[in-house]
């Protein structure tokens, strides 16, 4: 007999890579929008920068996808019931953090204090529940990379931040 889901759980039938109905069905509608609005947001401020990759982590992580150039940007965690999103802050991203400290939610500090720092970094996994996480995590990461425009004659153009 099977038990039930729990929340947070990872997708972890290996057979392959879930699809956009398994993942609405395993997330959530909530949960499924906030993944689906992050995706565009990515598509449409880094376009041709980043080619989505499935991971299989194994029993205990499941399936993410990880969006990387030559070095990851971030990783999107499909859980049971609710969206996380690993990202990794090197010296540079944590200095800039540090910066901005006050200007993040108390909820954000804390995970970044909690973080072990390790020799590639800080790695947060960021639960994104609300349209206010999700703005928040496009600013974190936006400090990592900032997003590409289009220029009045079509070109891309870096925004510095």
Not at 16 to 35: E, I, S, V, Y
Not at 72 to 80: D, G, K, S, V
Not at 89 to 104: H, I, M, P, T, V
């Amino acid at each position: 007999m099977k038990e039930s889901p729990d929340i947070g759980d990872r997708i972890t039938d290996k057979s392959a890579p879930p699809d956009g109905q398994t993942l609405r069905n395993w997330m959530g509608a909530k949960a499924f929008k906030h993944w689906a609005d992050l995706q565009s947001w990515i598509e449409e401020s880094y376009p041709n920068v980043f080619t989505p990759d499935w991971l299989y982590g194994g029993k205990k992580r499941g399936w993410s996808l990880r969006y990387k150039k030559t070095k990851a940007f971030c990783t999107l965690l499909p859980e049971y019931r609710m969206l996380s999103v690993l990202v990794v802050l090197g010296r540079a991203e944590r200095e800039k953090f540090d910066e901005r400290r006050y200007s993040w939610s108390p909820k954000l500090v804390k995970l970044y204090d909690d973080a072990h720092p390790y020799p590639d970094g800080k790695w947060l996994t960021v639960a994104v529940s609300s349209a206010d996480d999700r703005h928040e995590l496009i600013e974190l990461v936006s400090m990592k990379r900032p997003p590409l425009t289009a220029s009045p004659n079509g070109r891309l153009i870096s925004r510095k931040r």
